[in-house]
């Protein structure tokens, strides 16, 4: 889903956004740098296959995803990341690694941490490496109905 029609699907929900352009940035933390925004308040999508189904889990940016809390949370089976080439072409027009944490828009089951929702707004990637997008929490969780669970876990600090 390139940019535009994330932005159409917005508006068409006459939902308020702000589109805010950096430099290319391939991390959630370069993308958190750029757009002087904090990491626990910059989500990033991790696609993951659950049960032979691909999902989206969505975390802030400062955290790393707890696979195994996330699968006994979603009652699932097994869990794991796939490698890339396993979900890039259900992403069309979207650069990979910099998909919107729209599953509803790609037919995915979409696992939010709960750290998220606790906040007033939602930032994230909308589809490439230089557009961040930002809006109400409240909005978002109306429109894309995730499943809020804990799977976020603090990254380990290299001594």
Request: hydrophobic share 45%; charged share 25%; proline share 4%.
């Amino acid at each position: 889903m390139p940019v535009r029609q994330l932005r159409e699907f917005l508006d068409a929900n006459n939902i308020k956004y702000v589109t805010i352009s950096h430099s290319t940035a391939y991390t959630a933390q370069e993308v958190a740098s750029l757009t002087h925004t904090k990491g626990k308040y910059l989500a990033k999508t991790v696609i993951i296959r659950m049960d032979d189904a691909l999902a989206m889990a969505v975390l802030p940016a400062s955290f790393q995803i707890d696979l195994e809390g996330l699968r006994k949370g979603a009652g699932a089976k097994k869990i794991e990341l796939p490698g890339e080439a396993a979900f890039r072409a259900r992403f069309p027009g979207c650069e990979t690694g910099a998909m919107p944490p729209f599953g509803n828009l790609f037919d995915m089951a979409v696992f939010v941490d709960e750290h998220l929702t606790k906040d007033k707004e939602i930032s994230f990637s909308a589809g490439a490496h230089n557009e961040t997008m930002r809006l109400s929490y409240e909005d978002f969780n109306r429109l894309v109905k995730p499943k809020a669970l804990r799977f976020a876990a603090a990254r380990a600090h290299a001594a």
